[in-house]
């Protein structure tokens, strides 16, 4: 039946015994013993109701746990991983086993001065930390509850776990245990408990060996042995190597041999091929060479034909330059001679112009003064003549003879006038 049915049925429960004792009841109205067995019926289910409420009977199996259930009266049982289970006090006996690996530490056999210690093939005591790990059987499960004791560890696997060591160490001498023998005593040691844990219902994961404690004098013997036997080694190897070395040597040396008699027979073959190509090529080169010296007294000759023949044009080309310059300077002097000429022929022609001109209006020098410096000369003030003479006599430095009449004095005032325009 499941835990929440169980809950639920609880009401319907309580109220059976309440239908049950209405009878009861009515018996007892007619009187006082009645009503007091009523009451005390109602008052037990109270009590009832409220141990049910107060103490549950349930158990709740915890992760990493398998409860094992027992019905005390037909003596069948259950396992339970998770969850809760009913647990009626006086009917079920519950019982929690762990479902997960343990892990156990032998600390009794730790030490070689302890109540523990082992005992080599010697006769030497020592100690041994082993650690191993187990869990309870599962394929076992519900059996095992009435089993197995209370404490496993200390009332079942200590003394197995004493009863598969002890055997096997006394078997093995000290340096087998501390060193090249361990891993085959740690499988032995596993091996026996193994067999004596399974019947028991406990499976065995691992076991492991630590720290192995021995002796002070012993151990100081063991380092000095083992100094010893390492310095021993240590020379053994190395005469080894100084053994290798010289071997590798010898082979180094045979083999600089090698390389250098290779090396020069490399290069004697190098040197007669080098000869005889030599001697090949020098039959090519020498007929090479004379063509070669001929080519260069051919190219001579050719280059002095050449420079010999742009000499001649470069004079016949002077020379044609020279007359073409000469006949050209003829032509020009000609030409000057000729302007010259012509020029001087029209300044003549044009001096008998103006000569005429002036001869006929004596005023024109006057105004041919003032006209050239006009670009130069802004306001020319002068004082008239009294003799009525040019009025620029005074600026030239000449003096001319006076008019036979004097000018009108309109005319005069013209003249400063137009002299000062």
Known sequence: MQIPQIIKNIPGRLRELMSAARPASAAVQCGLPRALARIGV????????????????????????????????????????????????GVHEVRALPSRDQVYHASK????????????????????????????????????????????ERDLIDPALQASVYPVVSQHSVREIFSTQRAEIELAIAGALRAK???????????????????????????????????????????????????QTELEAQA????????AEAAEREQVIAARA??????????????????????????????????EGNAKARQIEVEAEAKAREKLADAEAYRLTEISKVDAERMAREGALLTKHPLLVQKTL???????????IAPPSASGAFIGSGLLGTTQAAAPQAAPAGEQTGEQAQAQE
Request: proline residues 4%.
């Open 42 to 89: 109602v008052a037990l289910a109270c009590g009832a109701v409220y141990g049910v409420v107060q103490h549950p009977p349930f158990y709740t199996v915890h992760s990493g746990e398998v409860a094992v259930r027992t019905n005390l009266f037909t003596g069948s049982a259950t396992s339970t991983t998770e969850g809760r289970i009913l647990m009626l006090p």
């Open 109 to 152: 056999m730790a030490s070689a001065d302890g109540a523990g210690a082992l005992q080599s093939l010697e006769g030497l005591s020592l100690g041994m930390d082993l650690t191993l790990a187990w869990r309870v059987d599962q394929k076992q499960l519900p059996g095992l509850a009435a089993r197995l004791p209370e404490n496993i």
């Open 197 to 247: 844990l399974a019947a028991q219902g406990i499976e065995l994961r691992s076991v492991q060996i630590g720290h192995v404690d021995l002796p002070t004098n012993y151990r100081a013997g063991m380092e000095g042995l083992l100094a010893e036997g390492l310095a021993a080694d240590k020379m053994q190897y190395t005469l080894e190597l100084k053994a290798k070395q010289v071997k």
């Open 256 to 263: 600089d041999k090698s390389r250098r008699e290779i090396a």
């Open 278 to 311: 030599q001697e090949e090529a020098m039959a090519h080169i020498l007929p090479l060479k004379q063509k070669q010296i001929e080519q260069r007294a051919l190219e001579a000759e050719a280059a002095n034909a050449q420079r010999v023949k742009l000499a």
């Open 370 to 380: 003032a006209d050239k410096l006009s670009d130069k000369v802004q306001v020319i």
